[in-house]
């Protein structure tokens, strides 16, 4: 047996602080495919990109190599479950690699804490892990609950992907590494006009203009109920997953416009595939449901049988 | 259109002093800024961007803002209704870095002091606590995850005293 793959676990904000549902299924799901998380202790945000990168590129890539450090001091590669952490975190290294005129001046801060970046790791997303080290054959192999007949919109969000030419993931114009992974678990995909559109939290757009950032998401939601309608939107980012889920409560108060779409961050999808079961990580915590006092509709999630019997 | 943010509403009635040398030389020294006059106005740029139909001034027209040297690119809502999806970047056949200029123009606006109030509390925030949100403690306790690594404020702290990010707006 070879040695299991080891990430220094990169939570950033969102996910521990409102999503931890999020954090316990990529636990239960990275357990069960023999891939060790390790805590990363003194991680701060990544810096938020959208945010800090808007003030000054110094900070923001100051800060992002903070974090770096970490990882380059235990010589594990980061994994995170994030698009805005990944943007920072995966930029700023790449970029902090290539421009050696913002790798001195991000040294000279990072020497007042005695820190150093060196450029000896590798930042990855979770899509990564379960791509290219698991393999979407490995990952299948894991699904004893396949989520038959459950329709399934994604939202593959920006950062991963984007820019094309500098992170060279995937086609981002016609995108299929997410759609492979969500697809193992058994749920039908529905392709919609607008998928590839921002979640409109973006560059935090939703700190600066709240009702235009819902402008979108309500334009992504009406384009899925054009195609048809879905059961479940399915993300691999919790800020993407934030506003699609709270965005819902928003827009009905905003617009007076209802919607009931359940969100999905793909880890959750993947252990709920994988046979956890959705009170094992808290599906029913995510801020929608405590904000409309509602739950997951279990029966169109094919997950009814559990519900009653925990009910 | 989008009501609460930007100065600049639209460009009937304005006049500009164009051709500010020291302005076009500030923005062709932002990445990607130095291929300003590689843009032909195709507006392939626009017809991608998802605040295209949101915005009063479209990301094409402050491409050519910025060629002409007009400082007013700052006020425009687009600099700060910018996703950065990078949607712009990836389409645009002169492959003009769209995305990271608008990030370049956003840093110069924020100097100025031109930045949603949003943005501002957020800074407060990382400088604080070193992260944007705080732990929700019984719902960690309920699903058994233990507490979030531990983070020294002091440190972050220190860095960001040492970058400046709390006295770079001008007059701060
Ligand atoms: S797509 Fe490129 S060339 Fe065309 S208008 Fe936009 S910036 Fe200019
Ligand atoms: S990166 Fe900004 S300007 Fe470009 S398409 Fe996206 S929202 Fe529009």
Known sequence: ?311 | MAENWGQLKSFEGKKFEALDAEFTKEVSKLIGGQDLTACFQCAKCSAGCPVSDKVNIQVHELMRMLLFGFREVLDTDMVWLCTTCYQCQQRCPQGIEITDIIFGLKNMAFRKGITPPGYVTSRKALYDNGKLYEPTDWERDDLALPPVPHLDVAETRKVLGKTGLMRLQEGE
């Not at chain 1, 990275?30 to 945010?51: K, Q, T």
């Not at chain 1, 974090?67 to 970029?95: K, M, R, V, Y």
């Not at chain 1, 699609?244 to 905003?254: F, M, P, R, Y």
């Not at chain 1, 046979?275 to 094992?280: A, L, Q, S």
Request: charged residues 25%.
């Open chain 1, 1 to 311: 047996m070879s040695k299991r793959p080891a990430y220094y676990h990169f939570l950033g904000c969102i996910i521990p602080h409102r999503y931890p549902s999020i954090e316990k299924a990529t636990k239960l799901v990275f357990n069960d495919l023999g891939i060790d998380l390790l805590d990363m202790v003194g991680a701060s945000c990544c810096p938020a990109p959208g945010v800090f990168g808007s003030f000054d590129r110094v900070t923001w890539a100051t800060i992002a190599a903070r974090n770096l450090t970490i990882a380059e001091q235990g010589g594990h590669p980061i994994t995170t479950g994030c698009n805005g952490c990944f943007a920072s975190l995966w930029d700023s290294n790449h970029e902090l690699k290539e421009d050696e005129e913002l790798r001195a001046a991000v040294n000279r801060n990072l020497a007042d804490i005695g820190r150093e970046f060196k450029g000896t790791i590798e930042v990855t997303h979770y899509l990564d892990v379960l791509h290219d080290v698991v393999g979407t054959q490995k990952v299948k192999e894991h699904v004893t609950r396949p989520l038959n007949g459950v329709r399934m919109a994604l939202h593959p969000g920006c950062h991963w992907m984007r820019p094309k030419l500098v992170k060279k993931k995937d086609d981002s114009e016609r995108p299929h590494i997410f759609r492979e992974i969500c697809e193992t678990s058994g749920a039908k995909y529905v392709h919609y006009k607008d998928e590839l559109i921002c979640c409109g939290a973006g560059g935090a757009v939703r700190t600066a203009d709240l009702k235009t950032s819902l402008d979108f998401t309500k334009q992504k939601f009406d384009s899925i109920a054009a195609a048809g309608g879905a059961d479940v939107i399915v993300t691999p980012c919790p800020f993407c997953l934030l506003q699609l889920d709270t965005g819902q409560v928003e827009i009905q108060k905003l617009f007076g416009v209802e919607y009931k779409f359940d969100i999905m961050h793909v880890s959750e999808l993947l252990a709920l595939a994988f046979g956890h079961e959705p009170d094992e990580f808290g599906l029913a915590n995510h801020l929608q449901y405590s904000q409309r006092k509602t739950e997951p509709n279990w029966e169109r999630l094919n997950l009814r049988a559990k519900a009653k019997a925990t009910a």
